[in-house]
């Protein structure tokens, strides 16, 4: 069965700091894969997605992520973080065939400090 | 173009009240998703449709959950009776069929926080 598992649960980076966020999958053939960032009271918003081609995929809010099909991971990247991207992200594939629901992962909460 | 759109944005009822939630999705998506979070359990799906069909509710936790949608632009939740464990957001979320062009990402909702006393 699919799923996927964001090792960390809660994540503090400092402004301006890189930032990685991983995210494993486990999928029968290549997969869609997504990542969504939730700020506060809101809803899921696209990050970036990886469906075929490049494996490093570009993203809104200078994110971008490696698909890394050796290690079924999709991890999430900036090279410097902004107190605005406090939220959390996350990690999601397709529960079967493309074009089905969405599994995601249980989410990590990114912190950021001053 | 407007995005999904969920209503009430807030609930607080009592047990064994009924409780409806409703979605109008992006016009044009054919798929149709209503999504659960909670602390404990994360994101956890409860029921889709395509093209006005239910294709899988397996996630629904019980009879007291219903989900319907009458037609293209307009689906319900109806939770009766609720119980507190039923507080938690509900996102509903729809999607275009995939293709050469889309790749099934979903477009959520804002979310509708039930909290139910």
């Known amino acids: 069965a699919q799923s996927v598992t964001q090792p960390d649960i809660h994540i503090t980076v400092s402004e301006g700091a890189s930032l990685e966020l991983r995210c494993n999958y486990s999928?029968?053939?290549?997969?869609?894969l997504f990542w969504y960032v939730q700020s506060p009271g809101q809803g899921l918003q696209l990050l970036l997605k990886?469906?075929?081609?490049?494996?490093l995929v570009q993203g809104i809010k200078g994110f971008e992520a490696e698909f890394k099909r050796s290690q079924s991971s999709f991890n999430l990247r900036k090279p410097s973080v902004h107190w605005s991207d406090a939220a959390e992200y996350f990690c999601a594939v397709p529960s079967s065939g493309a074009g089905t629901a969405l599994i995601f992962g249980k989410g990590t909460t990114l912190s950021v400090s001053s | 173009d407007a995005g999904v759109i969920q209503s009430p944005r807030h609930e607080v009822t009592e047990m064994g009240q009924e409780v409806t939630l409703r979605c109008k999705p992006i016009s044009g998506h054919d798929y149709l998703f209503w999504y659960r979070q909670t602390m404990m359990r994360g994101l956890e799906l409860l029921i889709y449709?395509?093209?006005?069909?239910?294709?899988?509710d397996s996630g629904m936790p019980e009879d007291r959950f219903s989900a319907k949608m009458p037609n293209a632009s307009f689906s319900t939740l109806k939770i009766q009776p609720s119980e507190p464990r039923d507080s938690a957001v509900y996102f509903c979320?729809?999607?275009?069929?995939?293709?050469?062009?889309?790749?099934?990402?979903?477009?959520f909702g804002e979310g509708s926080r039930l909290t139910v006393l």
């Open positions: 449709f395509n093209n006005n069909v239910p294709i899988d």
């Open positions: 979320a729809s999607s275009i069929q995939v293709d050469s062009a889309n790749t099934g990402e979903l477009f």
């Open positions: 990886y469906f075929s081609g490049d494996t």
């Open positions: 999928y029968g053939a290549t997969p869609y």
